[in-house]
């Protein structure tokens, strides 16, 4: 089962990732069903913990700007090729094994991809098509 908080600014937290305590300007104590209504004015995401592992649901939300799937079971980004506003994505302890669908994401500034099934070729080649983003491999 999922707790899922939904915050004034386009913010949605599921599941464990939500810290007691949290910002305002992240998340507030009001819990809403994982039905997410205006999917085109959500910005910030976190699936983080969750034992999700398609994430292709994630394709229609264009206004995303922060996106955890850490520790969670995705493989397959293609989803994400198309969020052309997201800035932070992290993706530590996933089962990311192909970042070729990152590689449109020119507005990316930090992805987080640690213990995940990457090359450092690919990392590489990733850097080379993203030269603005700060990469943690």
């Known amino acids: ?33 994982l039905a997410i209504g205006e999917p085109d004015k959500l910005q910030w995401l976190d699936l983080g913990g969750n034992q999700i592992s398609d994430i292709s649901a994630l394709a229609r939300l264009t206004k995303l700007e922060f ?13 994400l090729a198309k969020l052309s506003n ?18 449109s994401l020119t507005r990316l500034e930090k992805l987080y991809i640690r213990d995940a099934a990457v090359t450092n070729e690919q990392i590489s080649k990733l850097q080379i098509a993203l030269p603005n983003c700060l990469i943690w491999h």
């Open 67 to 79: 996106l955890n799937l850490s520790s969670t079971q995705v493989s397959d980004l293609s989803p």
């Open 1 to 33: 089962r999922c707790r899922c908080q939904w915050g004034r600014h386009g913010h949605v937290a599921i599941g464990q990732g939500v810290e007691p305590g949290a910002s305002e300007n992240h998340v507030t104590e009001r819990q809403q069903p």
């Open 86 to 103: 997201l800035e932070w994505l992290i993706l530590d302890d996933t089962k990311v094994n192909n970042v070729t669908p990152l590689e």
